[in-house]
């Protein structure tokens, strides 16, 4: 590790400036490229430590708020965010201080202000990680957690942010005949708890599996796509499901409008020696006729915040309606390219009822030759209390509490008739 840390430090607290200050969405920083001039160590310590200081905020800033009479500019608050957040997380207070100190003083227009970092940090070192346990976890911000305990009341979300401050272990999903050692869940997926370097654990060059959180692995085995049949992946990238498709022995079509997401669904495929069609274009133009379908829609994506503690800092909701009207209209289309007797798995990603039960419960009002396959949902592992009135499946990032939790997620399987 280069300069004991301080470059991936340093690299950090710009990732939360970036987040915090400019709106912009941690994938769409390490795409741009924003950590590429890091040793592969640098790197990966970079987006842990900026990771873990979003999912520890407002933790960080109650305790800091004491010791602040006002707010310093957003880098140097973005400095003592960060470590705090190591301090009370056990490291030892000289590297953490010293560093801190170091990456102040050195910027152009903030360097007067290392001696409030020294002495603010040298504070948090003695009195921090004693009452870091004490305070609550930290609570979304307003414009998502408003809509969130209409759905599902104030005691849901709580027990929702206790499982985002929690964080995510690493699950994946095996290629059939393969296995790998961790901990099997329920439904089937296997988690590891510490994994290290993915690229590193046994299987993975062989392409035994594939990493992919449990619940997004539910709407393939949903679709349960047989042998010989036509089957489209609608919004395939990251090719996680793509996978678990072709390994069924399905012809599949895996279709995306992102070229640079699609490279790397060709390179799954390639390692696990599976085949599907690549397909680079807009859902809403595909043509063709499917036997099956699948359509994980592109959402808000706010079943995802315990492995992506960025997105309620880097969004406001303000594109929740044209993601709403996009996955109807994605819907619509999907249906016109499904055979008639064929299926179709609509999914999202999200914890607002706007993005999942209620696009199915309009969906069947709109189309009279479409109903809802409860049967489907009956899996290993499946809850029947995850049932929803409408005969989706809805999953939430505090089911499976004692096992490390689950992405939300919205499923129906939707059957269109002969």
Known sequence: MSDTGTQARRSAIHLLDQVLGEGRLMSEC????????????????????????????????????????????????????????????????????????????AHKRHSKLKGLVNAVLR???????????????PRLPKWLRGPLVQAWGGEAVGMMERAHFAGAALDITCKPGTAMEGR???????????????????????????????AAALPAWILAAEPGEKVLDMCAAPGGKTMQLAATGATVVALDLSEARMRRVEENLKRTGLAAEIVIGDGLK?????????????CSATGTIRRHPDLPHAKDGSDFGGLIELQTRMLAHAWGLLKPGGRMVFCTCSLLP???????????????DMSIDRDA????????????????????????????????????????AA
Not at 388 to 408: C, F, I, N, S, V
Request: proline content about 5%; hydrophobic content about 40%.
């Open 30 to 105: 390490l795409g741009a490229g924003l950590l590429d001039h890091l040793e592969t160590g640098d790197r990966a310590r970079a987006q842990r430590l900026a990771t873990e200081t979003l999912r520890g905020l407002e933790k960080a800033d109650r305790l800091l708020h004491k010791h602040l009479r006002k707010s310093p500019p957003l880098m140097v608050r973005n400095a003592l965010r960060l470590g705090t957040v190591e301090l009370c997380a056990g490291e030892a207070a000289h590297g953490v201080v010293n560093a801190m100190v170091s990456i102040v003083g």
């Open 123 to 137: 504070k948090i070192a003695a009195e921090g990680p004693q009452a870091w346990g004490a305070l609550r976890a």
């Open 184 to 214: 099997e869940l329920p439904t089937g997926s296997v988690r590891l708890d510490a994994p290290g370097q993915v690229s590193a654990l046994p299987g993975y060059e062989n392409g035994d599996w594939w990493v992919q959180d449990a």
């Open 286 to 298: 595909h043509q063709g006729h499917y036997d099956a379908i699948l359509l994980d829609a592109p």
């Open 354 to 368: 706007d993005e999942g039960e209620v696009q199915v419960e309009e969906a069947l009002q709109t189309f009279p």
């Open 377 to 416: 949902l009956a899996l290993k592992g499946v809850d029947p209390g995850w049932i929803t009135q409408e005969g989706g499946l809805r999953l939430r990032p505090d089911y499976w509490a004692d096992k490390g939790g689950m992405d939300g997620f919205y499923i129906a399987c939707l059957r269109k």
